[in-house]
């Protein structure tokens, strides 16, 4: 049960991620946003690597 309130948690973590407003928010700081989740474990290296794609085309 633990395991899944960890996924539960980061998965909420992740979506809010998503939720930013570009306007607003550099790329720089989305990638930011994304490092930090990747150093709290709460997306994986290859997740990460996805989103850097996604922002830096």
Do not use: H, P, R, W
Not at 26 to 37: P, R
Request: hydrophobic share 35%; no cysteine.
């Amino acid at each position: 049960m633990k395991f899944i309130n960890q996924v539960n948690t980061n998965s909420k973590i992740y979506s809010k991620s998503m939720q930013i407003n570009s306007s607003t928010t550099s790329i720089a700081d989305e990638l930011k946003k994304f490092k930090e989740l990747l150093d709290s474990g709460a997306i994986s290296q290859e997740e990460f690597e996805i989103q850097k794609a996604k922002l830096l085309k």
